[in-house]
């Protein structure tokens, strides 16, 4: 009996002492990927702060090598642009709505300035730069740019989900853009006073770095003829801007409210736009009650214009007066350094 403890006893040290040695080697196959996570639309949503005259943003696109213990050695991964994965996706998502497909973006909007990222031993991620130029970028089309680990003998692809491609749909962003309430705005057919229609929101997207557009009226944003319909909207120069102060100290708070007044246009001479009034915009700051990192900025749009529909119809023309206001809440935290990731999307 003695000996049989014995001999388990050895056994069992055998089988432990294997298993300690496993765990010391890489457990899996290294691979290389390319960290851009998918939404619902099968593309990665970038936001990046517009900026006028050129100027150059530049955005980091994270290269991972994968494992189970830190990399070892150094990597050289070549990365291009990939000129056929977005006309697949947009074939199996739109089919016949090409007006819906995702463009690629032009090559005189964006800049590589190396083909290859560098990953050092003893780091598992390293990051490829892009810079983008963003002025005169018409943000009526959903601009993407397809991007690939190319082939190389020195690694290993990481094919599982296309995690070697990255499908970046660019959003630029400025103080005002974002998606706003849009339940306020009434939309008066002709000279009709009391029925109204409504759009639930209105997306404002970047024109320059003051300036946002959005559709007029009640007109579909995935609509066919969407980019005759395009309202500018500029924010002047606030007219008064106030400090908020602490009601129970009396001290200052850093937050502000900024009344000022916006100018509207339309670049579609058809659609005959006309401004009623003077459209004007207040911006609020508060900190968040239960999370007092995070400002809260409230957006208010009021405004009435005219204008009219000539292409829904061939042989009638529809006049429409827009009255309200339209509403947006923006959530920045004060704790992140980096003013795209600070926005909550």
């Known amino acids: 009996m003695k000996y049989l403890y014995l001999t388990v006893l050895l056994g069992a040290l055998f089988i432990f002492a294997g298993c300690n040695d496993e765990w010391e080697g890489e457990l899996y196959t290294r691979m290389v990927s390319l960290k851009a996570p998918i939404n619902r639309d099968d593309v990665s949503v970038i936001y990046l702060r517009y900026k006028p005259d050129d100027q150059v943003v530049t955005y980091k696109l994270p290269v991972i090598v994968s494992g189970s213990r830190t990399n070892d050695r150094d990597y050289n991964v070549r990365i291009d642009v990939d000129n056929d994965t977005l006309n697949f996706l947009n074939h199996d998502k739109y089919t016949g709505r090409s007006d819906l497909y995702y463009k690629q973006l032009p090559e005189n909007f964006y800049e590589l300035p190396s083909q290859t990222c560098h990953i050092p031993a003893g780091s598992d991620v390293a990051h490829f730069d892009i810079n983008f130029k963003f002025s005169g970028l018409d943000l009526v089309e959903k601009w993407v740019l397809p991007l690939t680990i190319l082939p190389d003998p020195s690694y290993s692809l990481n094919t599982y989900k296309g995690r070697q491609k990255a499908l970046l749909w660019i959003m630029p962003f400025n103080d005002y853009s974002g998606s706003y309430n849009a339940g306020s705005m009434y939309?008066?057919?002709?000279?009709?006073?009391?029925?109204?229609?409504?759009?639930?929101?209105?997306?404002?997207?970047?024109?320059?770095?003051?300036?946002?557009?959005?559709?007029?009226?009640?007109?579909?944003?995935?609509?066919?003829?969407?980019?005759?319909?395009?309202?500018?909207?500029?924010?002047?120069?606030?007219?008064?801007?106030?400090?908020?102060?602490?009601?129970?100290?009396?001290?200052?708070?850093?937050?502000?409210?900024?009344?000022?007044?916006?100018?509207?246009?339309?670049?579609?001479?058809?659609?005959?736009?006309?401004?009623?009034?003077?459209?004007?915009?207040?911006?609020?700051?508060?900190?968040?009650?239960?999370?007092p990192h995070i400002i809260k900025r409230f957006f208010t749009l009021t405004m009435e214009y005219k204008y009219k529909d000539n292409v829904s119809s061939e042989n009638m023309v529809f006049p429409y007066r827009c009255q309200g206001t339209m509403l947006m809440q923006r959530n920045v935290s004060t704790l992140v350094p980096d003013e795209d990731q600070a926005i909550f999307w």
């Open 187 to 291: 939309v008066y057919f002709g000279d009709n006073t009391t029925k109204y229609m409504t759009a639930s929101t209105r997306e404002a997207k970047v024109v320059d770095e003051n300036t946002i557009f959005f559709y007029a009226g009640i007109t579909e944003e995935l609509a066919e003829n969407r980019g005759d319909f395009k309202v500018k909207c500029k924010f002047q120069d606030p007219d008064e801007v106030t400090e908020i102060e602490d009601p129970k100290t009396g001290e200052s708070t850093g937050l502000y409210i900024k009344r000022g007044k916006l100018v509207l246009s339309a670049e579609n001479p058809a659609l005959e736009f006309e401004v009623v009034g003077e459209p004007t915009y207040e911006i609020k700051e508060e900190f968040d009650i239960d999370r």
